[in-house]
C-alpha cells in the first residue's frame, strides 16, 4: 500500500492514524460486538460516542455553554438557506460580505428569504483579498452579518474578527475550522462542513447562540429549525452517524496533540513555506494579497499556463494529487488542511523549484 500526498480541496486528507483507528474497529467498536454503522443512535454505545464528540470540539474552540453544538446534514449549502430561515427573527434584511465563489452562494441563497445588503466586495481585484471593516456599509437593522472566513476557492482567508456590534455576526467556517483557535463569543452561528478539514462528507457542524434559536419563518421543515435539532441534541432524526464518530476520532487527535492553538502554529509553518517559495520565485505565483492569504487552500498559477499540465502529471508521479485548481479560477491550488503532514508540503516545494529550474 502507498498512500499518497492528497492536496484535494474536499472531501480531503484525513490524518492515517484515525483512518488505522477505524479500520481497527471496523467489526467490534469497543467490545460492542458492531460497526459503528450498524449501531442504533438512540443506543446507548453511540449516545456516549456522540457526547464525547461534543464535548471534545467544545473543550477544543472553548465554546460556552450558552451555545448549542448541532451534528447536522446537508453540508454548508444547505446552511446558505437555514442561516436567513432561523435568523431573520422578523427582520427583512441581513448583510453580506463577498468575497468569492463560496460567498456568492450564500448570497444568491439569502436573497430567496430577505434583502441582502452587500456591506462589502472585492469583486474589483478578482476576490484577491478581504475588504478592511473600514470600507464596509453595514446596516444597523440587519438581521445578521454574513462572512465566509476563509475562500476554498479563491484562498482568501479572514486573519482578524470583523466588529458588528449587537448584530449577530454569522460565518461559513467550512474551510477553516479547527485550524486555528477562534473566538466563539464573537459570533452568533458559525457553521461548517466536515470533509474540508475535520471528517467525511455528510455532517455539517453548526455553533449557534442559544438565544438566536426559535424565531423561524413560517412554513420552515420541521428539520430546518435548528431549535428541533438543538431541543433532540441532534437527534430528532438518524444523524449522520459513522461520520460523527470519525469526527470524533479528529477531535480526539487534535486534542492529544496540543489542540487548535498547536494545529495553528502547524499550520503557520506549512503554509510559510510554500508562500515563501511561491515570492521567491519568478516561475509560480500567489494572486492573494499577503495579508489575506489563506493557511489552508493556496491557489497558484505558473508563469506559462501551458505547462500546466506537464506539472500536474509530474506531480502525480511523485505521489502528489488533485493540485488542479477549481475549474472557476484555472491555475494549481494547493489545500494543505491539518491532515496535510508537514512533509507532503515540502515534497511540493522540492518539486516546484526543480521544476522551475526546468522551465524559467
Ligand atoms: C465546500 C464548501 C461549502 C459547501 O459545502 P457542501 O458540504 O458541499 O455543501 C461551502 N462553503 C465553503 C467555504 C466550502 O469550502
Not at 17 to 36: I, P, Q, T, Y
Not at 183 to 197: C, E, F, P, S, T
Not at 226 to 252: E, R, W
Amino acid at each position: 500500500m502507498k498512500r499518497v500526498f492528497n492536496f484535494s480541496a474536499g472531501p480531503a486528507v484525513l490524518p492515517e492514524e484515525v483512518l488505522k483507528r477505524a479500520a481497527e474497529e471496523m467489526l467490534d467498536w469497543h467490545a460492542s460486538g458492531m460497526c459503528v454503522m450498524e449501531m442504533s443512535h438512540r443506543g446507548k454505545e453511540f449516545i456516549s460516542m456522540c457526547e464525547q464528540a461534543e464535548a471534545d470540539l467544545r473543550e477544543l474552540l472553548d465554546i460556552p455553554s450558552s451555545y448549542k453544538v448541532l451534528f447536522l446534514q446537508g453540508g454548508a449549502t444547505l446552511q446558505f438557506g437555514m442561516v436567513p430561515m432561523n435568523l431573520l427573527r422578523g427582520k427583512k434584511s441581513a448583510d453580506y460580505v463577498h468575497t468569492g465563489e463560496w460567498a456568492k452562494k450564500a448570497i444568491k441563497e439569502a436573497k430567496i428569504f430577505c434583502n441582502v445588503n452587500l456591506a462589502a466586495s472585492s469583486e474589483d481585484g478578482g476576490f484577491s483579498y478581504v475588504p478592511e471593516q473600514s470600507k464596509w456599509k453595514l446596516n444597523p437593522d440587519a438581521a445578521y452579518v454574513h462572512i465566509t472566513s476563509n475562500e476554498t476557492i479563491g484562498g482568501v482567508e479572514y486573519h482578524w474578527v470583523p466588529e458588528t456590534g449587537k448584530v449577530p455576526l454569522v460565518a461559513d467556517m467550512s474551510s477553516n475550522l479547527l485550524s486555528r483557535p477562534v473566538d466563539v463569543r464573537r459570533y452568533g452561528l458559525i457553521y461548517a462542513g466536515a470533509q474540508k478539514n475535520f471528517g467525511p462528507a455528510g455532517l455539517t457542524v453548526v455553533i449557534v447562540r442559544e438565544d438566536l434559536l426559535g424565531q423561524t419563518l413560517p412554513a420552515t421543515p420541521t428539520m430546518l429549525d435548528y431549535k428541533v435539532h438543538a431541543d433532540a441534541g441532534s437527534m430528532s432524526n438518524t444523524p449522520p452517524t459513522y461520520a460523527i464518530y470519525i469526527a470524533g476520532l479528529v477531535f480526539q487527535g487534535l486534542k492529544s496533540m496540543g489542540g487548535v492553538a498547536q494545529m495553528e502554529k502547524l499550520n503557520i509553518a506549512k503554509a510559510d513555506l510554500l508562500y515563501q517559495f511561491l515570492d521567491g520565485s519568478r516561475f509560480f505565483r500567489s494572486p492573494v494579497r499577503r495579508q489575506d492569504r489563506s493557511r489552508m487552500n493556496i491557489p497558484f498559477t505558473l508563469a506559462d499556463a501551458a505547462k500546466d499540465e506537464e506539472f500536474l502529471k509530474g506531480a502525480k508521479q511523485r505521489g502528489m494529487v488533485q493540485l488542479k485548481g477549481h475549474r472557476s479560477v484555472g491555475g494549481m491550488r494547493a489545500s494543505i488542511y491539518n491532515a496535510m503532514p508537514i512533509e507532503g508540503v515540502r515534497a511540493l516545494v522540492d518539486y516546484m523549484r526543480e521544476f522551475e529550474a526546468k522551465h524559467a
